[in-house]
């Protein structure tokens, strides 16, 4: 079992940043892949980061790359989303996900979201 707790969230306004956190409980964080997805008001969650269990791959959606940096500390069991340059676009609930396959799509674990918000 492994509970996903977010924080950093908040309102900002364009061209600002954010930075998220998450942190893993449980002593097996370092065997899960690891990513964040968004949910924006009546769209579909969508995939926005994601990282290997070593931290050695990492993987952003187009709309982010370049902008945000996904990185995970195994020993603190902490995944982190540096959001730079944030458009109003990006306002959405980010949710922390862990996968066991090592696939992010096959999310086992989600966290209860946090809500960022970016004002024009």
């Known amino acids: 079992q492994v509970q996903l707790v977010e924080s950093g969230g908040g309102l900002v306004q364009a061209g600002g940043s954010l930075r998220l956190s998450c942190a893993a409980s449980?002593?097996?964080?370092?065997?899960?892949?690891m990513g964040w997805f968004r949910q924006a008001p009546e769209e579909e969650r969508e995939l926005v980061a994601a990282?290997?269990?070593?931290?050695?791959?990492?993987y952003y959606a187009d709309s982010v790359k370049g902008r945000f940096t996904i990185s995970r500390d195994n020993a603190k069991t902490t995944v982190s989303l540096q959001m730079n340059s944030l458009k109003p676009e990006d306002t959405a609930v980010y949710y922390c996900?862990?996968?066991?396959?090592?696939?992010?799509?096959?999310?086992?674990?989600w966290g209860q979201g946090t809500q960022v918000t970016v004002s024009s």
């Open positions: 996900a862990a996968s066991a396959s090592g696939s992010i799509y096959h999310v086992d674990y």
């Open positions: 449980g002593r097996t964080f370092s065997s899960y892949a």
């Open positions: 990282i290997s269990r070593s931290g050695g791959v990492t």
